[in-house]
């Protein structure tokens, strides 16, 4: 006895599945992609790509500006370790004077020590400056002068700048160790109440965090200007943004007063 075909239009049980289910497939389509969408008021009908998104629960405003958030532009790839933070051999300083001799000092000074308003190398840590070197060559800071001049430098030119940079007097000494007890709150003990920690428990005098660079003496336009751009988020290359979160709660008037504070190239008279 020959069994019957399974697979053949002429089965009325195989007819029946397959129109069956084309039918609920188009059912599907029809009221995912269309009827469904269309009763949200903020739907454009873009194309199918747009409908699947949006069934999928991508938020229309991502699909009307045409943008994907991306995951890392303006933020840092530098790890930072503890080898970048040791001081440079000799002839590292040495390599490194000769570079920064010829291209750096007309804007950060002869001895480091901008009289521009350009930041202060002088003393900073080898390991701030190799962070924010890379982090222009990547473009993760801007700075249409410093990416175009980091470009041009290979690794050894920045880890030899750093240790020649390193090996110059700062401008001042810490403010702990000058015993100014005329700081602003928000530098000595910050403002727990709004939880901000104290600029010295990152950037020297209590403690130093690695890559908090030495502030001491730095310009005041300079200070103001950074600030600023961390609070508004136009600069992002600070590892776990921790100083877009110090920041973006402070007054204009308090971060007047924290860069007028650093800025001083002595401390205050009677201080000690
Ligand atoms: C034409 C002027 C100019 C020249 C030349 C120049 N710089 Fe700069 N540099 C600046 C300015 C201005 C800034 C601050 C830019 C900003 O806002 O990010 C800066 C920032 C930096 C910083 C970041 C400092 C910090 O505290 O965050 C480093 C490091 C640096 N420069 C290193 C160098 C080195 C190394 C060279 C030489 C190869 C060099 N610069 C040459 C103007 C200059
Ligand atoms: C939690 C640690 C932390 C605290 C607190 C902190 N900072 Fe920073 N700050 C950093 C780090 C880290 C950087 C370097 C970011 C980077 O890698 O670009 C930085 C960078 C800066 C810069 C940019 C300097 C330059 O040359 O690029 C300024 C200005 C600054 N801090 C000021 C302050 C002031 C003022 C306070 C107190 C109101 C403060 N910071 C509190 C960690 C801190």
């Not at 730095?218 to 950074?226: A, D, R, S």
């Amino acid at each position: 006895m020959q069994e019957p075909r399974l697979y053949t239009w002429r089965n009325g049980w195989f007819r029946w599945s397959v129109l069956g289910v084309s039918g609920m497939t188009v059912a599907a389509l029809l009221v995912g992609l269309i009827w469904l969408p269309s009763l949200q008021s903020d739907f454009t009908a873009k194309g199918v790509w747009d409908s699947i998104c949006r069934a999928a629960g991508v938020p229309s405003e991502w699909i009307a500006q045409g943008k994907w958030p991306s995951a890392s532009k303006g933020t840092t790839q530098v790890v930072l370790t503890s080898d970048m933070a040791r001081a440079g051999a000799g002839d590292a300083i040495g390599r490194g004077a000769t570079i920064a001799v010829q291209q750096c000092s007309m804007c950060h000074g002869a001895q480091g020590m901008s009289d521009a308003n350009a930041p202060n190398l002088a003393g900073q840590y080898p390991e701030v400056v190799i962070k924010q070197l890379h982090d222009y060559k990547r473009g993760d800071r801007a700075s249409a002068i410093m990416q175009t001049l980091a470009q041009r430098l290979s690794d050894k030119d920045i880890t030899d700048i750093a240790a020649y940079y390193d090996s110059l007097p700062k401008a001042r000494a810490a403010i702990v160790q000058a015993g100014e007890m005329d700081a602003p709150a928000l530098v000595r003990v910050g403002d727990p109440l709004r939880n901000i920690v104290p600029c010295v428990s990152c950037h020297g005098g209590i403690d130093h965090k690695i890559g908090a660079p030495w502030l001491e003496g730095m310009p005041k336009e300079y200070l103001l200007k950074e600030m600023k751009a961390f609070a508004s988020g136009a600069r992002r290359n600070d590892s776990f943004a921790q100083m877009r979160n110090v920041v973006r709660p402070l007054t204009s008037q308090e971060l007047d007063s924290v860069a007028e504070f650093y800025a001083r190239r002595e401390p205050a008279a009677g201080s000690r």
